[in-house]
């Protein structure tokens, strides 16, 4: 792949075909991670919000090479136990361009975002099972685990 690029989404990067793709995406997104908090039509309307900056608590990054989008982001705020965190909610990198040059350009613009805005954490999580490949890969540009939940399931 050519040149990729990573940033916050502005009012002019919004268009009919870039809201098709996010929709796509999402679709995609779902799909794989099993996470359907947010459906394709609400992350069109965060993608929205956030270009005419009015979602305040919540960024979205779009992940863009000479061909237009091939992924996404959403991050948002929130407090932690040790200071303001900036929390990776979604991140989606398209087919054919999942390799670790894109994680860590992706990584290091939150990273840059993140310590600007003040936060001292990056974090993330996942629901996905097996959750060690999740940490192989997050691992990889420096995410170190820091709690484990357990769930025991009461059959009737």
Same mark, same amino acid.
């Given at each position: 792949?050519?040149?990729?690029?990573?940033?916050?989404?502005?009012?002019?990067?919004?268009?009919?075909?870039?809201?098709?793709?996010?929709?796509?995406f999402?679709?995609?997104?779902?799909?794989?991670?099993?996470?359907?908090?947010?459906?394709?039509?609400?992350?069109?309307?965060?993608?929205?919000?956030?270009?005419?900056?009015?979602?305040a608590?919540?960024?979205?990054?779009?992940?863009?090479?000479?061909?237009?989008?091939?992924?996404?982001?959403?991050?948002?705020?929130? #407090?932690? &136990?040790?200071?303001? !965190?900036?929390?990776?909610?979604?991140?989606?990198? @398209?087919?054919?361009?999942?390799?670790? *040059?894109? #994680?860590? &350009?992706?990584?290091? !613009?939150?990273?840059?975002f993140?310590?600007?805005? @003040?936060?001292?954490?990056?974090?993330? *999580?996942? #629901?996905?099972?097996?959750?060690?490949?999740?940490?192989?890969?997050?691992?990889?540009? @420096?995410f170190?685990?820091?709690?484990?939940?357990?769930?025991?399931?009461?059959?009737?």
């Open positions: 792949g050519g040149m990729m690029n990573f940033k916050r989404i502005e009012s002019r990067d919004i268009s009919v075909s870039l809201m098709q793709k996010l929709v796509d999402c679709v995609d997104y779902i799909e794989r991670s099993g996470d359907s908090l947010i459906m394709p039509m609400q992350l069109v309307n965060i993608a929205q919000e956030s270009a005419f900056k009015k979602a608590n919540f960024q979205f990054w779009l992940l863009s090479d000479e061909n237009g989008a091939c992924g996404y982001a959403l991050t948002e705020f929130q #407090q932690g &136990l040790k200071g303001p !965190e900036l929390f990776i909610r979604q991140a989606y990198i @398209g087919e054919g361009h999942r390799n670790n *040059g894109v #994680q860590v &350009l992706t990584t290091n !613009e939150m990273e840059k993140a310590r600007e805005s @003040g936060c001292k954490f990056l974090v993330s *999580g996942t #629901q996905r099972t097996p959750f060690d490949a999740y940490l192989r890969w997050m691992g990889r540009v @420096g170190k685990p820091r709690s484990v939940d357990v769930e025991k399931p009461l059959l009737g």
